[in-house]
Every structure is written in C-alpha cells, then in structure tokens.
C-alpha cells in the first residue's frame, strides 16, 4: 500500500505543488491522501483540485479555541487514514496536544537554518544581520514553535544586495527539493528518532565546507 500523507496549507501551495509533482513520479513511494486549508480562499486549493485531490477547508475562525480547531483537523486526517501530516506553509500554531498526537509523524518545512531564524520575517532578518547562509529545513514537529528532531537541510548563499524577495526565491527552490526528499526517506522507513535526533539509513554527507565570500582580495 502507498504511504498516506496529508498536507495542510494557508496559502499558495508551492511546496504542495512541489509534492503534487514529486507523487507524479512511478517511483515515488507516497501519495496525498488529502489537503486541508485553514483558509478558504488559498490559491493552494486550486493546485490541489487541479491535480484531482481531495481538499476540506476547516476555517479556524469559528471554533470556541484551537484544541476544538485541532480536534476537526485530527478526526479528518485519521478519518482518511493518514500516516504522515505535512505542514506546507500552514500558518497556524499547533497545541501540544496535537503535536503529541501526530508524534514522529508530524513534519514541517521551515525557511531557515534550523535553530537560526524561527518565526515570521525569516528572510528580512537574515538579510539584516549579515548572515552569509541561509537556507531551509525539514523537521519533525515538537510543541515550540519552528522546533524538533530535524530530518534534512540545503543552504544557499545570502548573496550582495540581495532583497529579502531575492532570498526568498533561491530558498524556496531548495524547499521543493528537500520536502519531496524528506517524505521519500520516511515512506521507506529509512528514518528513525533516537534520542530526538533523526537517523537516516543509508544517508550520505557531503565532504568539505562552503565559504562566502570566496577569493576576497
């Protein structure tokens, strides 16, 4: 049986689209079993209806508190029996409850350099500080916020005169490669948690290092 996943998102849907793309594949061991929007008027929406999905919209705003709003969002996802939740530009905070309840099978793509840069506003404030790399991270999903065992990073250069849109792009490239990558590994069953630290079997490092800038004078 093909490896289950359900993606939440609030907006655009580029990592959806990503993920839409990468489940195209013959060889790819995980399908979308459903997406879910918080917002009704996502543009993701429309991405995944193309691809001939299935979608809820669970609007946060009318339920009393977020475990109500959570408690919609598990009784669907379990109902479609999913194995693996994404969160793929969903821009709301999870519970400790919910997160408990998707332990290990929680995962979210983050725009940054995991513990650098948590929050909103990632790339304004790499831009400001001077930071020479950036990147993205894929990881599981613990209750603090942009936290938890993380699974797979790409850096890419902050680069001269770089506006924070600039950035933005060059990361989320490298966001699309490695969320696909990320749910591969774990619908092979090739990753693990030990001691909140993932392992991934058969994984390869790279050798050496990056410098930037490189060849000043």
Same mark, same amino acid.
């Given at each position: 049986m093909t490896f289950r996943i359900g993606v939440l998102i609030s907006g655009r849907g580029s990592n959806l689209q990503a993920l839409i793309d990468a489940c /195209? &594949? @013959?060889?790819?061991?995980?399908?979308?079993? !459903?997406?879910?929007?918080?917002?009704?008027?996502?543009k993701g929406l429309m991405r995944a209806q193309s691809a001939g999905l299935d979608t809820e919209i669970i609007d946060h705003r009318p339920f009393v508190d977020r475990s109500a709003f959570e408690d /919609? !969002?598990? #009784?669907? !996802?379990?109902? %479609?029996? *999913?194995?693996?939740?994404?969160?793929?530009?969903?821009m709301r905070l999870l519970t400790n409850n919910f997160v408990e309840r998707w332990h290990d099978r929680l995962i979210n793509v983050h725009p940054s350099l995991l513990p650098a840069f948590k929050g909103?506003?990632?790339?304004d404030r790499v831009i400001? %500080?001077?930071t020479r790399f950036s990147g993205c991270t894929v990881h599981f999903v =613990?209750?603090?916020?942009?936290?938890?065992?993380?699974?797979? &990073? #790409? %850096?890419?250069?902050?680069? @001269?005169?770089? =506006?924070?849109?600039?950035? /933005? /792009? =060059?990361?989320?490239? #490298?966001?699309?490669e490695c969320l696909p990558?990320?749910? =591969?590994?774990?619908?092979?069953?090739? *990753?693990?948690?030990?001691?909140?630290?993932?392992?991934?079997?058969?994984?390869? #490092?790279?050798?050496?290092?990056? %410098?930037n800038p490189s060849g000043a004078r």
């Open positions: /195209a &594949q @013959p060889d790819y061991p995980a399908e979308i079993a !459903l997406v879910i929007s918080n917002e009704p008027e996502a /919609a !969002l598990t #009784s669907v !996802l379990a109902g %479609t029996g *999913v194995e693996l939740v994404c969160l793929a530009g969903f909103l506003d990632v790339h400001a %500080t001077g =613990r209750a603090d916020m942009d936290s938890g065992p993380i699974i797979i &990073q #790409s %850096t890419v250069p902050v680069l @001269p005169h770089d =506006r924070p849109e600039d950035l /933005a /792009a =060059r990361v989320l490239a #490298s966001e699309h990558m990320a749910i =591969r590994w774990i619908a092979e069953e090739r *990753v693990q948690v030990v001691n909140d630290v993932v392992e991934i079997r058969g994984a390869v #490092s790279p050798e050496g290092g990056l %410098t």
